[in-house]
């Protein structure tokens, strides 16, 4: 999934290259998010809980996606996430639990 958020995020990456290889990404995915009013409110609410402005927006846009899954390296973000309807967990976390999930099935 895509976001109006994360290529906004990416165009600002000074590294020409990695913004290059990203945009690349963000091209290939299935559905793209455009931040809306709905949006919005909820990325508010997560920051009165305590989440930062573009994570409470990457977050939202991740819900209203209805992902099962938010992959962050950050921690901070990944405490603040333990009650939220959308599982915040780290890439090597994600991969343990995804092949793990995979051999019971």
Do not use: W
């Not at 990325?43 to 977050?59: C, R």
């Amino acid at each position: 999934m895509s976001s109006s958020v994360l290529e906004y995020e990416n165009s600002r990456n000074p590294f020409v290259v990695n913004q290059q290889s990203m945009d690349r990404y963000l091209q290939i995915a299935a559905l793209r998010v455009l931040v809306d009013e709905n949006i919005r409110n909820r990325a508010e609410q997560l920051e009165q809980e305590g989440v930062k402005a573009i994570d409470a927006l990457h977050v939202a846009c991740a819900e209203a996606s209805q992902s099962d899954y938010f992959i962050t390296c950050d921690k901070r973000l990944i405490n603040r996430g333990q009650n939220l309807s959308i599982t915040v967990i780290n890439p090597n976390n994600f991969i343990f639990e995804v092949e793990n999930d995979n051999k019971s099935n």
